[in-house]
Each structure stands twice: as structure tokens, then as C-alpha cells.
């Protein structure tokens, strides 16, 4: 059974850096695509980050720059630091998984969340200005 568990969120001041974890049991995460999303209450889930299986990885345009997501196969964790942080990052935030098989073609649909198949429970980012 794959499970996915976030942890790392918590509260820091506009211009602070965050390093939120994502922890994979079940499966060996060098064969899932992974990506970070974040949700506001009253809107939909956004895409923020993701990395294929080669370790290429793409952004959401606003935290292009400041957001780096990487991933330690040996420790089956995938990680997104959080740099130069702004109020309007606040969000909880989610780790998700999907095998390499079910992975889109296009590698730029990877950001979007209809693609993953396995989430966790997400981890709270407050931004305060």
C-alpha cells in the first residue's frame, strides 16, 4: 500500500524559507513522478512543482526561482525548499505520487493535479507579512 506523508509546514515571516518533506512508504519513489500542489480554502488545488523520474523538474511560474523540488531515492523522500517567501504562499500544502507508467507523455502536464494517483494530508505554510 503506497503512502504518502508531508511534514516541515509551519509559520515564518515574508522573506523566510521553509523545507517541507514528503516521506514514500510502500513503493520505491525513483519509479513514481512526484509533485508538490497547495490549496487555498475556496479554490482549487495548483500545482507548485514536480519531478519525473529522470529528475527533471518544472514549476509553477510564481515561485520559479525561489522554490527548488528535489528527491533522495535512497531515502524515498521527495523534498520542495521554500525560499524568499511571501504572504501570498500561504496555503496547505500536498505531496502526491503517480508510477512511471501512468506518468503524462507531455512532460509540462505534470504540474497539474489530475495526473497524481496517491496524496497525502497536507501540511500547513502560513506567510505572514
Known amino acids: 500500500q503506497v503512502q504518502v506523508v508531508e511534514s516541515g509546514g509551519g509559520s515564518v515571516r515574508a522573506g523566510g524559507s521553509l523545507r517541507l518533506s514528503c516521506a514514500v512508504s510502500g513503493v520505491a519513489s525513483s519509479t513514481y513522478c512526484m509533485g508538490w500542489f497547495r490549496q487555498v480554502p475556496g479554490k482549487e488545488r495548483d500545482g507548485v512543482a514536480a519531478?519525473?523520474?529522470?529528475?527533471?523538474?518544472n514549476y509553477e511560474n510564481s515561485v520559479k526561482g525561489r522554490f527548488t523540488i528535489s528527491r533522495d531515492n535512497a531515502k524515498n523522500t521527495l523534498y520542495l525548499e521554500m525560499n524568499s517567501l511571501k504572504p501570498e504562499d500561504t496555503a496547505m500544502y500536498y505531496c502526491?505520487?503517480?508510477?512511471?507508467?501512468?506518468?503524462?507523455?507531455?512532460?509540462?502536464?505534470?504540474?497539474?493535479?489530475?495526473?497524481?494517483?496517491?496524496w497525502g494530508q497536507g501540511t500547513q505554510v502560513t506567510v505572514s507579512s
Open positions: 502526491a505520487a503517480v508510477p512511471r507508467e501512468e506518468c503524462p507523455i507531455l512532460f509540462r502536464l505534470l504540474v497539474l493535479p489530475q495526473w497524481y494517483k496517491y
Open positions: 519531478i519525473d523520474i529522470d529528475d527533471k523538474t
